[in-house]
């Protein structure tokens, strides 16, 4: 989530300054993520998810993610980055799988409790985020760069998504929490 708002802090404000990419540039590469987005979440995750699982679906979003950043931070085209918004399908499904893991894992009274820290976590990491890449990206576009990597903050977003996947492959699938005496019985059961 982290990486997420970085990533929309500071990709428009790379891409111009590196590419002088202009508004029409950047709303091109925003309807190729959007309907590429629309189309994964419509037509792809309903058949990826029963056939590979949310755990191994979540692991592969972030991996794509993570690729797809350590290439822009080493964009070396213009067209990079179109090419890129067509490969990142894949990375619009870590936030439905992160919801839908934890929504499983608790009963049905404690779901707006944990769509709102979900919720809240977001809104946190997309405060802060902007704070520290956009400066940082300034920096390393800038003549005062302490070494010549113009896609150095994109880089340390990509360390983020990488260090995100890793703790993404020690999931392990629980059995959902079902119903109210399933509930009961969880808590009843550590009490004994």
Do not use: H
């Not at 944990?114 to 800038?142: D, E, K, M, R």
Request: charged share 10%; proline share 6%.
């Amino acid at each position: 989530m982290m990486a997420d708002g970085g990533l929309m802090a500071v990709l428009l404000y790379y891409l111009k300054a590196r590419f002088q990419f202009n508004k029409n540039q950047f709303a091109d590469l925003m309807m190729i993520s959007g309907i590429g987005a629309t189309l994964t979440q419509l037509f792809l995750m309903p058949i990826l998810v029963p056939a590979v699982g949310e755990e191994k679906l979540l692991t592969t979003g972030l991996f794509v993610s993570c690729i797809n950043i350590f290439v822009y931070s080493i964009a070396w085209s213009s067209w990079v980055p179109y090419a890129l918004a067509g490969f990142s399908v894949l990375g619009v499904l870590v936030r439905p799988t992160i919801t839908s893991i934890a929504s499983k894992q608790v009963g049905p009274n404690e779901q707006g409790m944990v769509q709102g820290c979900l919720s809240g976590i977001t809104s946190v990491a997309n405060i802060i985020s902007p704070l520290i890449f956009s400066p940082l990206t300034a920096l390393f576009l800038s003549e005062d760069a302490p070494f010549n990597f113009p896609g150095f903050s994109l880089m340390c977003l990509g360390l983020i998504l990488m260090t995100a996947f890793f703790l993404s492959l020690m999931i392990r699938v629980a059995p959902p929490i079902v119903g109210d005496k399933v509930s009961s019985n969880r808590y009843t059961d550590t009490l004994v």
